[in-house]
């Protein structure tokens, strides 16, 4: 018996080699592995390529209402994306206010425009996780700016006290400080720099100091 099973295993084996055929078990494996690499390349390429499709999807707040009155829906940051094609060659510093009511208008600027970010912004966002009804939309906003950090299209900027006093910027106003850091950009790299915000003395100070400002419709 055991030489009938010696040469059973033989015939097998030799079948194998004539045929060059591999094993239905070394296929499936095969494929498994195949598989896995065509699925971690397309996480690979969504996490680097597809952020904006990708966040519109997480902790969706498009009914909320903020104290600016305004909805933190896709309509805000669409009338932004309209008006950001008169603005191809600027970078786009954004106000803490806007992006606590519609925090997507970040992906869809990073889509046309580089993201420039006063540090005062950040934290501003930061402290607002505690506020009952602002925590959601700052959560989601620290996450787009991550990932948006991750992916080269936004950086962060931080506060020069002097060059605030010697341009006449009150550095105990948060307006004034965000503002600063704005136009220290401007003057340092010589570039343009569209201010958004929906706060009326803030936009009012950054044209004073000739920063464009967006205009809402």
């Not at 598989?35 to 999807?57: E, V």
């Amino acid at each position: 018996m055991k030489k009938i099973r010696m040469n059973l295993m033989h015939v097998k084996t030799k079948a194998k080699k004539d045929t060059g055929f591999p094993a239905i078990g070394d296929i499936v494996f095969t494929l498994f592995i195949i598989l896995l690499s065509i699925l971690f390349l397309q996480f690979r390429i969504f996490r680097r390529h597809g952020i904006k499709r990708g966040l519109k999807t997480i902790g969706n707040n498009s009914e909320k209402k903020f104290s600016g009155g305004i909805s933190s829906s896709n309509s805000l940051s669409g009338s932004v994306i309209k008006e950001l094609n008169n603005y191809k060659d600027y970078f786009v510093g954004f106000d803490t206010n806007i992006l606590l009511n519609d925090p997507d208008i970040l992906i869809d600027t990073s889509c046309t425009n580089r993201i420039i970010l006063s540090k005062q912004v950040f934290d501003e966002l930061d402290k607002k996780i505690m506020d009952e009804n602002l925590s959601s939309n700052a959560r989601r906003a620290l996450g787009i700016i991550e990932d948006l950090q991750l992916m080269e299209k936004l950086y962060f900027l931080t506060d020069d006290i002097p060059f605030l006093e010697k341009n006449n910027l009150n550095p105990k106003s948060l307006d004034e400080r965000i503002i600063g850091d704005y136009l220290k950009e401007k003057n340092r790299k010589n570039v343009n720099v569209l201010f958004v915000s929906q706060d009326r003395r803030a936009r009012i100070v950054a044209r004073n100091f000739g920063i464009e400002v967006f205009k809402f419709k």
